[in-house]
């Protein structure tokens, strides 16, 4: 079974407050691509104009560290087929003790909050849940393979170290942010993947995050 973990993309939804949505429309449609092709032939060519950290993202370590990987260089095998445990929690703060006792090596920790929920209203860029700085260093120590949230930021937007991102990236550790669907996961094994396009010089990028149970 597949379960779908991530938010669609659509014209004009903010994704982040302070970054410009998505601006999605035809390079080519339908109607004109009519003259270029043989009768009853049609084509649409679309064309998108957005920030990088748009809809369900991966950060890579270019993000946070100038030498740090960029989409290109991250291995598949950090991105595609991992195994995966949910860790479900509660609003605020999400401290190391709600990983305490779980296998995390090589894993993908995908924190549950509910925070989803609020996505495309006000609400979801309000106090939103984020991991706290012991978190991300318990997550590192424990060999973590990348770790997602469904909230706004990982890391709390009041606090402009960015601990988590800044511990988690240094790390090599992946993250991916502004997830959904987390509640569908089973308690049970799963592999989980989000795999973005290989570009170069980019830290970030959508990604179609899904599981497979």
Partial sequence: MLIDLSQTVVNGELTYPGLPAPMICDFLSRETSRALYAEGVEFQIGRIDMVANTGTYLDSPFHRYAEGKDLAKLPLESLANLPGVRVKCGAGAVGAEVFAGQELKGKAVLVETGWSRHWGTEAYFGAHPYLTE?????????????????SLNIDDRGDLRRPVHSILLGAEIPIVEHM??????????????????KVRGFGTFPVRAFALA
């Fill in 134 to 150: 012991e978190a991300a260093v318990f997550l590192r120590d424990a060999g973590a393979g990348l770790v997602g949230i469904d």
């Fill in 180 to 197: 959904t669907n987390l509640a569908a996961l089973p308690e049970g094994p799963f592999r989980f993947c989000a795999v973005p396009p």
